[in-house]
């Protein structure tokens, strides 16, 4: 889009009643097409909460649509008017274009279109006492999403995804995390890259791992950490393992063969931050 279009787009309100509207078709496109977010750079959250979280977090808002609830809610009102001084376009709709765009009978009341923000390799410096997690091939939204939000809980620095990933832009990832998106940075390597910044990490490079032979709750994990996870259905690939200094694995003693991904880095980010999570 031009600058002129996006000139004449900055800091206004518009109402919208026809489902056939070019940006209720957008937003739907969004919502449905990861090769839409892709290319526009744009993703959907839906809610009041992620749509003030955004905000606070002072990430970029293309559109916010607001339901009839939405304008006479005034935590609502003030997120739409600080969107539009940022130069949002604010799209007053009714439920029906509302539930159009989200593809939902009980749509949320706001619906928010972001721009996306990826981190490459060179853009990320550890900090001494943080920790960031590599996941390799992650492939399910829900546990991708849920990874986010455990590591914004631990106080962790980022998330790297590896390889072929689900897209963390995708509407069940973002609402996954429960607005912690707007607040752990996300990177995005191909195994090549991830390889030697594994190598010249200045700390801990720990991985948990079926050759593992060192209980998660042993290491001194010196920081900053690098924790890497494989796929939920085939682990950590063994030349990614070869890459990781510390394999650990989570004991289990019952007759469940795995743990969910998400459950399995859950429990190793509260363990390797322990010292920081003291009451």
Known sequence: MSQTGKEKRQGAV?????????????????????KHRSQSGLFVAEGLKLATDALEAGWQVRYLALGPEARENPVAQKAAATAKARGALILEVSTAVMSAMTRKDNPQMVVGVYEQNILTAKDIT?????????????????????????VDAVGGS?????????DPFAVEAVRATMGSLFHVPLAKMTKDEFKPFAKAWPGTVAATHLK????????????????????EQKGLEDDMADACATLIRIPQVGQADSLNLAVATGVALYEIRRKHLEL
């Open 14 to 34: 518009k109402q919208i009643t026809s489902h056939s509207n070019p940006i209720v078709k957008e937003i739907k496109g969004l919502v449905a097409q990861r």
């Open 126 to 150: 550890p900090a001494a006492d943080g920790i960031w997690v590599a996941l390799d091939r992650v492939r399910d939204p829900g546990n991708l999403g849920t990874i986010v939000r455990t």
């Open 158 to 166: 980022g998330v790297i995804l590896v390889g072929d990933c689900t």
């Open 212 to 231: 593992g032979a060192v209980d998660y709750r042993k290491p001194e994990y010196a920081e900053p950490v690098l924790l890497v996870m494989g796929n």
